[in-house]
């Protein structure tokens, strides 16, 4: 299976840029990045609670 190097992800990331823009891309880095803290908190509360 082939891999993907850094001139395809590059590729990738200029497509998106395109598409999305790059003030929406700054917002859904955004958004994202906050889903990802707001689980692990909740993971993290989970875990204190069950002990």
Excluded: C, H, T
């Amino acid at each position: 299976m082939p891999s993907i190097g850094v001139l395809e992800l590059l590729i990738i990331l200029v497509i998106v840029i395109a598409v999305f823009g790059a003030g929406k891309l700054a917002s859904l880095g955004g958004a994202v990045g906050k889903g990802v803290r707001d689980f692990r908190q909740n993971v993290k509360g989970d875990d204190e609670e069950s002990n």
